[in-house]
């Protein structure tokens, strides 16, 4: 038996060089690994930033990097945000992206077929309740030539934190404290609106009240001319502890807002209160924390920073 076993493995070995050197197919020996998917990414519902819409095809910046959907018309139905008040316009969804600005706020719905965009995402209702982190809120009616959009009950996950901003008897907005303390002393059915500048999914300030002045978006946007005190910069990225120019808010909460400054950016400086003169960029590296510093803006487009403030004449 010795014997056979033998023969039988001298003929394996015999066949395994065979099948190297062709006479046998592959198969017969090792079977091939799996090839590799090389498919696209499937599309998913997702919120990010516009960055293009070009041949039905949209880029949206996501929170993970860029997302591409493709064949993206009339197969989508398209919400713009009403900018002031509650409420979405129904638009054509080529027409409308065709126009985005790049930065805009977007949401794609791929399960239900649906975009909505804006300058800053927002969500009204009257109040309902607030329990463990949870805002409950019943959405408010839309204006006319508006779709009523979110519809029925919304809850919302707010951080403790978040600033809340109260309007009195139609005044401006003032800062009220945080979410976590505030938001248990509304009363039932008050109006409550909760917005984000650039994340639909996380809730960066909510405001009580309506106040008969419009905010420009809202209060602490940082699209717009920001002012304030230098709390570093490195890498290109220069920090400040600010707000908004143009608020209309009294007591504006502040927040540490970071821009980056691109090569070729206009600096100038006003030293000891006179007159913005030229500077170059390593003024951004010399200035001590604490310096005034203003951030010149339309959406995110930097036109200018300013170090320091002149003395009114």
Same mark, same amino acid.
């Given at each position: 038996m010795s014997s056979v076993k033998s023969?039988?493995?001298?003929?394996?070995?015999?066949?395994?060089?065979?099948?190297? &050197?062709? *006479?046998?197919?592959? #198969?017969?020996?090792?079977?091939?690994?799996?090839?590799?998917? +090389?498919?696209?990414?499937?599309? @998913?519902?997702?919120?990010?930033?516009?960055?293009?819409?070009?041949?039905?095809?949209?880029?949206?910046?996501?929170?993970?990097?860029?997302?591409?959907?493709?064949?993206?018309?009339?197969?989508?139905?398209?919400?713009?945000?009403?900018?002031?008040?509650?409420?979405?316009? &129904?638009? *054509?969804?080529?027409? #409308?992206?065709?126009?985005?600005?790049?930065?805009?706020?977007? +949401?794609?719905?791929?399960?239900? @077929?649906?975009?909505?965009?804006?300058l800053d995402h927002r969500v009204t209702g009257t109040f309902e309740s607030f329990n463990e982190g949870k805002l409950n809120l019943l959405a408010a009616e839309a204006p006319p030539s508006f779709v009523k959009k979110p519809t029925g009950n919304v809850a919302l996950t707010i951080d403790p934190n978040t600033p809340v901003l109260v309007s009195t008897a139609g005044g401006d907005y003032k800062f009220a404290g945080l979410a976590g303390t505030v938001l248990k002393t509304v009363k039932k059915g008050e109006v409550v609106t909760a917005r984000s500048e650039y994340d639909p999914d996380i809730i960066e300030v909510i405001q009580i009240g309506e106040p008969n002045r419009r905010m420009e978006r809202y209060v602490g946007q940082s699209r717009g001319t920001v002012r304030g005190t230098v709390v570093s910069f490195k890498d290109g990225v220069l920090r400040i502890r600010g707000k908004g120019v143009t608020s209309l808010a009294a007591n504006e909460y502040e927040r540490v807002i970071a821009t980056r400054i691109a090569d070729g950016v206009p600096i100038v400086e006003s030293i000891d209160g006179g007159e913005y003169q030229p500077a170059g960029a390593e003024a951004l590296k010399t200035f001590k924390e604490g310096t005034v510093v203003t951030i010149r803006k339309v959406e995110g487009v930097i036109l200018e920073v300013q170090i320091g403030v002149p003395n009114k004449k």
């Open positions: 023969e039988f493995r001298h003929v394996g070995i015999a066949l395994v060089m065979v099948a190297a &050197l062709g *006479g046998v197919p592959c #198969a017969q020996v090792a079977a091939q690994p799996p090839a590799t998917d +090389r498919s696209e990414p499937k599309e @998913r519902t997702a919120s990010g930033t516009f960055v293009s819409f070009k041949d039905g095809t949209l880029t949206i910046q996501g929170k993970t990097g860029p997302l591409v959907y493709k064949q993206i018309g009339a197969n989508y139905k398209s919400f713009e945000n009403n900018e002031n008040g509650p409420g979405s316009k &129904l638009v *054509g969804t080529a027409d #409308a992206l065709g126009r985005l600005a790049l930065g805009t706020v977007i +949401r794609v719905n791929v399960e239900d @077929r649906e975009i909505s965009f804006g």
